[in-house]
């Protein structure tokens, strides 16, 4: 089993930062995509942000040129930097990894349950 765990959300003012992390534990012998998504109330979840195995990374449009996203694959960590925040970034904010429990076992995927990023002045 693979647990997910998010930190880091909060309340902050427009153009303000925030950094988020996500950690996996448990089970792991390979961790392939790593991603964030968000869910603002009466939307649908939607990818933020993707990076791959290899460092390659992919960004939502919105958030182009505002975000980061990292990964530590020595501490099977996530991290997403948030700049130049807008109110329209105030959403639930997942953490997602593609993660092989075993050499022999196939890719499942594993979300964390969620961190609250609310931007208002």
């Known amino acids: 089993q693979v647990q997910l765990v998010e930190s880091g959300g909060g309340l902050v003012q427009p153009g303000g930062s925030l950094r988020l992390s996500c950690a996996a534990s448990?089970?792991?012998?390979?961790?392939?995509?790593m991603a964030w998504y968000r869910q603002a109330p009466a939307d649908q979840r939607a990818l933020v942000a993707q990076?791959?195995?290899?460092?390659?990374?992919t960004y939502a449009d919105a958030v182009k040129g505002r975000f980061t996203i990292s990964r530590d694959n020595a501490k099977n960590t996530v991290s997403l930097q948030m700049n130049s925040l807008k109110p329209e970034d105030t959403a639930v904010y997942y953490c997602?990894?593609?993660?092989?429990?075993?050499?022999?076992?196939?890719?499942?995927?594993?979300w964390g349950q969620g961190t609250q990023v609310t931007v208002s002045s």
């Open positions: 997602k990894m593609i993660v092989s429990p075993s050499s022999n076992s196939p890719m499942y995927q594993y």
């Open positions: 448990g089970s792991i012998f390979r961790i392939n995509s």
């Open positions: 990076i791959t195995s290899v460092g390659f990374t």
